[in-house]
């Protein structure tokens, strides 16, 4: 496993690392969450964050149990769900006050996203599939040198030989190479990845990880990502224990002291 940045680990388990200063937008951070309460129209679950921020040019893993709101605050982040109370902000906007229209056009110029269910068009090939951020957002243009890059990535992760295939005929871990290729090629400043190594195997996934990482610093992008693999955690500055939230509809008290919050800071 290759980590290009040296990291320190304090009592409270948060990494950080001093070799690569973050970069700075408005206020410093990416992702700035505040008294953040979030449930859906069925069922009782409730994510309820008082203060979380995630600083621009960081590297942040969420760990925690299936079902504790991981891939539900990553949706909030992107703008694809909005908070019930509280607030989200990301990239200094805080993207509850946009209409559907406006934050959709904010996630697709802003963030990349890798789903936990890839999220592939199905009747685009592959190829087609990694470009299609070049097709959607206006800001992008299609150069020939971007197929080019295209190929390459794909080469580089391993399914350079599928690119006329849809995906309806890849395997899982062939997809999720698909949708990690499409989120990274017009390096966005913010990716979002939500379990993006769970379906490959060992080399694959440190493979796609040197990739991602590569660009992640290349560009200093933030990088957040979801992940059960415990193996990868030595990748990131800071890991973020979704066992410190209280995501049952029971818990009305919020612990102020967990690891948490005091890597908030960082
Ligand atoms: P994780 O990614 O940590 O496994 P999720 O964010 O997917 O967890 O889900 C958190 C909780 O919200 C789970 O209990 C799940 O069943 C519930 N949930 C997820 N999506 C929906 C939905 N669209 N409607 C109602 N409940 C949902
Ligand atoms: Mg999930």
């Known amino acids: 496993m290759r980590n290009d940045r040296t990291s320190n680990v304090d009592e409270s388990g948060i990494r950080a690392h ?5 970069t700075h937008d408005t206020d410093g951070s990416t992702v700035r969450i505040a008294n953040l309460e979030f449930a859906y129209d069925e069922g009782d679950f409730c994510l309820r964050i008082p203060a979380l921020e995630v600083a621009s040019g960081s590297t942040v893993a969420f760990i925690g149990p299936s079902g504790s709101g991981k891939t539900t605050l990553l949706h909030l982040i992107a703008g694809i769900t909005t908070p019930s109370r509280g607030h989200v902000q990301t990239q ?4 509850s006050t946009l209409s559907d229209a406006a934050r959709r056009e904010f996630r697709i110029q802003q963030i990349g ?17 990694i470009l299609l ?8 243009r ?3 040198e971007v197929r080019d890059r295209a190929r390459a990535l794909a080469d580089e992760v391993g399914i350079g030989d599928l690119l006329g295939r849809c995906p309806k005929r890849l395997s899982q871990g062939e997809r999720q190479r698909v949708a990690v290729c499409r989120a990274i090629l017009p390096e ?13 195997d060992p080399a694959s996934k440190d493979r796609v990880l040197d990739i991602v990482f590569a660009y992640v610093n290349r560009v200093r992008a933030t990088f957040i990502t979801v992940t059960h693999d415990h193996a990868l955690l030595g990748r990131f500055e800071r890991i973020v224990d979704f066992k410190s939230f209280h995501s049952a509809s029971e818990a009305n008290v919020w612990p102020q002291s967990v690891a948490v919050q005091r890597g908030m800071a960082g």
């Open 18 to 22: 001093a070799d690569r200063p973050p």
């Open 92 to 95: 200094g906007v805080d993207i």
């Open 113 to 129: 996203l890798v789903f936990q269910e890839f999220e592939l068009l199905e009747y685009l090939s592959v190829l087609d599939n």
């Open 133 to 140: 951020p070049y097709r959607i957002n206006p800001a992008l």
């Open 142 to 144: 299609l150069q020939p």
């Open 188 to 200: 966005p400043r913010l990716l979002l990845a939500d379990e993006p190594t769970g379906n490959l």
